[in-house]
Protein backbone atom coordinates (compact mmCIF):
# COMPACT_ATOMS: atom_id res chain seq x y z
CA UNK A 1 0.00 0.00 0.00
CA UNK A 2 1.19 3.53 -0.66
CA UNK A 3 2.32 5.83 2.07
CA UNK A 4 5.18 6.65 4.62
CA UNK A 5 7.00 3.59 5.83
CA UNK A 6 8.89 4.23 9.24
CA UNK A 7 11.34 2.50 10.76
CA UNK A 8 11.97 0.47 13.32
CA UNK A 9 8.57 1.06 15.55
CA UNK A 10 10.42 1.02 18.80
CA UNK A 11 13.80 1.65 19.88
CA UNK A 12 15.99 1.46 23.12
CA UNK A 13 19.19 3.33 23.16
CA UNK A 14 21.55 4.08 25.80
CA UNK A 15 23.31 7.68 26.15
CA UNK A 16 25.86 8.55 23.63
CA UNK A 17 24.70 6.21 21.54
CA UNK A 18 23.77 6.80 17.49
CA UNK A 19 21.05 6.03 15.06
CA UNK A 20 19.36 6.80 12.34
CA UNK A 21 15.60 6.78 12.21
CA UNK A 22 14.35 5.80 8.76
CA UNK A 23 11.19 7.21 6.40
CA UNK A 24 10.70 6.46 2.99
CA UNK A 25 7.32 7.06 0.72
CA UNK A 26 6.06 6.23 -2.31
CA UNK A 27 3.75 9.01 -3.26
CA UNK A 28 6.57 10.99 -4.83
CA UNK A 29 6.10 13.45 -2.52
CA UNK A 30 8.09 17.11 -3.04
CA UNK A 31 7.66 18.15 1.26
CA UNK A 32 8.52 15.74 3.74
CA UNK A 33 9.18 16.38 7.72
CA UNK A 34 10.33 14.88 10.85
CA UNK A 35 8.17 15.77 13.96
CA UNK A 36 8.75 14.70 18.46
CA UNK A 37 5.67 14.16 19.90
CA UNK A 38 5.54 14.61 23.98
CA UNK A 39 3.07 15.00 26.35
CA UNK A 40 1.50 18.78 26.54
CA UNK A 41 3.89 19.73 24.33
CA UNK A 42 1.94 18.49 20.97
CA UNK A 43 4.44 18.32 17.37
CA UNK A 44 7.38 19.74 17.11
CA UNK A 45 8.90 20.05 14.00
CA UNK A 46 12.30 19.06 13.85
CA UNK A 47 13.67 18.97 10.61
CA UNK A 48 11.83 19.12 7.02
CA UNK A 49 12.78 19.17 2.95
CA UNK A 50 10.62 20.58 0.55
CA UNK A 51 12.86 18.38 -1.79
CA UNK A 52 15.78 16.31 -2.61
CA UNK A 53 18.83 18.08 -1.72
CA UNK A 54 16.91 20.63 0.55
CA UNK A 55 16.38 20.40 4.16
CA UNK A 56 15.47 23.32 6.64
CA UNK A 57 15.91 22.91 10.60
CA UNK A 58 12.36 23.55 11.91
CA UNK A 59 11.50 24.21 16.14
CA UNK A 60 13.75 21.66 17.28
CA UNK A 61 16.87 21.00 15.73
CA UNK A 62 19.18 20.46 18.32
CA UNK A 63 21.08 17.01 18.46
CA UNK A 64 19.66 15.99 15.20
CA UNK A 65 20.78 15.76 11.69
CA UNK A 66 18.94 15.06 7.98
CA UNK A 67 19.71 14.71 4.54
CA UNK A 68 17.62 13.98 1.34
CA UNK A 69 19.24 12.60 -1.37
CA UNK A 70 16.18 11.21 -3.24
CA UNK A 71 12.51 11.88 -3.25
CA UNK A 72 11.18 8.74 -1.35
CA UNK A 73 13.82 8.92 1.72
CA UNK A 74 14.62 11.54 4.89
CA UNK A 75 16.50 9.57 7.35
CA UNK A 76 16.70 11.20 11.20
CA UNK A 77 20.04 10.83 12.34
CA UNK A 78 20.58 11.25 16.32
CA UNK A 79 24.64 12.35 16.73
CA UNK A 80 25.02 11.19 20.20
CA UNK A 81 21.20 10.01 21.87
CA UNK A 82 20.29 11.71 25.43
CA UNK A 83 17.65 10.84 27.55
CA UNK A 84 15.94 14.49 26.13
CA UNK A 85 15.41 12.98 23.58
CA UNK A 86 13.13 10.08 24.59
CA UNK A 87 10.34 10.87 22.43
CA UNK A 88 7.67 9.42 19.86
CA UNK A 89 9.14 10.37 16.44
CA UNK A 90 7.08 11.20 13.33
CA UNK A 91 7.72 11.30 9.66
CA UNK A 92 5.14 12.91 7.33
CA UNK A 93 4.71 13.43 3.90
CA UNK A 94 2.56 15.85 1.17
CA UNK A 95 2.44 17.42 -2.46
CA UNK A 96 4.63 20.83 -1.97
CA UNK A 97 1.00 22.56 -2.20
CA UNK A 98 -0.35 20.54 0.99
CA UNK A 99 -3.63 21.03 0.44
CA UNK A 100 -4.98 17.68 1.29
CA UNK A 101 -2.91 18.19 4.75
CA UNK A 102 0.15 15.18 5.10
CA UNK A 103 0.37 11.72 5.31
CA UNK A 104 2.10 10.58 8.23
CA UNK A 105 4.27 7.21 9.24
CA UNK A 106 3.22 4.61 11.89
CA UNK A 107 5.79 6.48 14.60
CA UNK A 108 8.76 5.30 16.65
CA UNK A 109 8.95 5.36 20.33
CA UNK A 110 12.58 6.09 21.05
CA UNK A 111 13.87 5.71 24.65
CA UNK A 112 17.07 7.07 25.69
CA UNK A 113 18.63 5.31 29.03
CA UNK B 1 4.58 33.01 12.25
CA UNK B 2 0.82 31.81 12.38
CA UNK B 3 0.00 30.10 15.52
CA UNK B 4 -2.66 27.42 16.63
CA UNK B 5 -4.34 27.62 20.01
CA UNK B 6 -6.25 24.48 21.50
CA UNK B 7 -7.49 25.76 24.55
CA UNK B 8 -9.01 22.65 25.84
CA UNK B 9 -5.93 19.90 26.85
CA UNK B 10 -8.77 17.67 28.09
CA UNK B 11 -12.26 17.22 27.59
CA UNK B 12 -15.07 14.36 28.22
CA UNK B 13 -18.18 12.85 26.68
CA UNK B 14 -20.57 10.94 27.36
CA UNK B 15 -21.21 8.09 24.88
CA UNK B 16 -24.11 9.12 22.09
CA UNK B 17 -23.53 12.74 22.95
CA UNK B 18 -22.10 15.74 21.41
CA UNK B 19 -18.92 17.54 21.77
CA UNK B 20 -17.20 20.54 20.28
CA UNK B 21 -13.32 20.56 20.23
CA UNK B 22 -12.08 24.32 20.17
CA UNK B 23 -9.27 26.01 17.50
CA UNK B 24 -8.12 29.18 16.78
CA UNK B 25 -5.32 30.36 14.46
CA UNK B 26 -4.01 33.67 14.08
CA UNK B 27 -3.57 34.39 10.30
CA UNK B 28 -3.48 37.24 8.32
CA UNK B 29 -4.08 35.68 4.89
CA UNK B 30 -7.62 35.21 3.17
CA UNK B 31 -7.14 31.69 1.49
CA UNK B 32 -5.86 28.83 3.59
CA UNK B 33 -6.38 25.30 4.27
CA UNK B 34 -7.51 24.14 8.12
CA UNK B 35 -7.07 20.59 9.12
CA UNK B 36 -8.63 18.27 12.52
CA UNK B 37 -6.27 15.09 12.73
CA UNK B 38 -7.56 12.02 15.45
CA UNK B 39 -4.74 9.92 17.27
CA UNK B 40 -5.68 7.14 18.75
CA UNK B 41 -3.97 5.03 21.10
CA UNK B 42 -2.40 2.93 18.38
CA UNK B 43 -0.67 6.09 17.77
CA UNK B 44 -1.60 6.85 13.98
CA UNK B 45 -2.07 10.44 13.01
CA UNK B 46 -5.51 10.13 10.86
CA UNK B 47 -6.79 12.92 8.93
CA UNK B 48 -10.27 13.31 10.04
CA UNK B 49 -11.66 16.50 8.38
CA UNK B 50 -10.11 19.73 6.00
CA UNK B 51 -11.79 23.08 5.41
CA UNK B 52 -11.13 25.57 2.97
CA UNK B 53 -10.73 28.80 4.03
CA UNK B 54 -12.73 30.37 1.10
CA UNK B 55 -15.96 27.89 1.11
CA UNK B 56 -18.07 29.61 3.12
CA UNK B 57 -19.68 26.20 3.73
CA UNK B 58 -18.73 24.25 6.75
CA UNK B 59 -17.05 20.83 5.97
CA UNK B 60 -18.67 17.52 7.10
CA UNK B 61 -17.64 13.80 7.27
CA UNK B 62 -20.38 11.65 8.58
CA UNK B 63 -20.47 12.08 12.74
CA UNK B 64 -17.68 14.80 12.50
CA UNK B 65 -18.48 18.42 11.41
CA UNK B 66 -16.96 21.99 11.80
CA UNK B 67 -17.79 25.44 12.82
CA UNK B 68 -15.57 27.32 10.49
CA UNK B 69 -16.07 31.45 11.55
CA UNK B 70 -13.49 33.20 9.56
CA UNK B 71 -13.56 36.67 10.58
CA UNK B 72 -13.42 35.27 14.21
CA UNK B 73 -10.12 33.03 13.07
CA UNK B 74 -12.27 29.83 15.09
CA UNK B 75 -12.26 26.02 13.58
CA UNK B 76 -14.20 24.21 15.93
CA UNK B 77 -14.83 20.18 15.18
CA UNK B 78 -17.73 18.99 16.50
CA UNK B 79 -18.33 15.24 17.05
CA UNK B 80 -21.94 14.19 17.05
CA UNK B 81 -23.52 10.85 18.16
CA UNK B 82 -20.22 10.10 20.67
CA UNK B 83 -19.11 6.81 20.60
CA UNK B 84 -16.24 4.53 22.14
CA UNK B 85 -13.69 4.26 19.19
CA UNK B 86 -13.40 8.75 19.35
CA UNK B 87 -11.25 8.45 22.06
CA UNK B 88 -7.99 10.14 20.88
CA UNK B 89 -6.11 13.26 20.70
CA UNK B 90 -7.07 15.52 18.06
CA UNK B 91 -4.97 18.07 16.77
CA UNK B 92 -5.94 20.97 14.52
CA UNK B 93 -3.52 22.11 12.20
CA UNK B 94 -2.97 24.89 9.95
CA UNK B 95 -1.83 25.12 6.08
CA UNK B 96 1.44 27.71 6.21
CA UNK B 97 3.05 29.10 3.30
CA UNK B 98 6.87 28.23 3.35
CA UNK B 99 7.54 30.14 0.09
CA UNK B 100 8.16 29.37 -3.68
CA UNK B 101 5.53 27.55 -3.29
CA UNK B 102 5.76 25.12 -0.73
CA UNK B 103 3.55 24.99 2.25
CA UNK B 104 3.93 23.01 5.45
CA UNK B 105 1.11 22.69 8.48
CA UNK B 106 1.40 24.48 12.00
CA UNK B 107 -0.06 22.13 14.33
CA UNK B 108 -1.67 22.88 18.02
CA UNK B 109 -1.00 21.22 21.59
CA UNK B 110 -4.14 19.08 21.18
CA UNK B 111 -6.82 17.78 22.83
CA UNK B 112 -7.72 14.64 24.77
CA UNK B 113 -10.97 13.49 23.91
CA UNK B 114 -12.04 10.92 26.91
CA UNK B 115 -15.89 9.01 26.02
CA UNK B 116 -17.60 7.84 29.19
CA UNK B 117 -19.61 4.39 28.50
Known amino acids: NAGVTQTPKFQVLKTGQSMTLQCAQD?????MSWYRQDPGMGLRLIHYSVGAGITDQGEVPNGYNVSRSTTEDFPLRLLSAAPSQTSVYFC????????????FGSGTRLTVV | AQTVTQSQPEMSVQEAETVTLSCTYD???????LFWYKQPPSRQMILVIRQEAYKQQNATENRFSVNFQKAAKSFSLKISDSQLGDAAMYFC??????????????FGKGTKLSVIP
Open chain 1, 92 to 103: ASSPSTASYGYT
Open chain 2, 93 to 106: AYRTELGAGSYQLT
Open chain 1, 27 to 31: MNHEY
Open chain 2, 27 to 33: TSESDYY
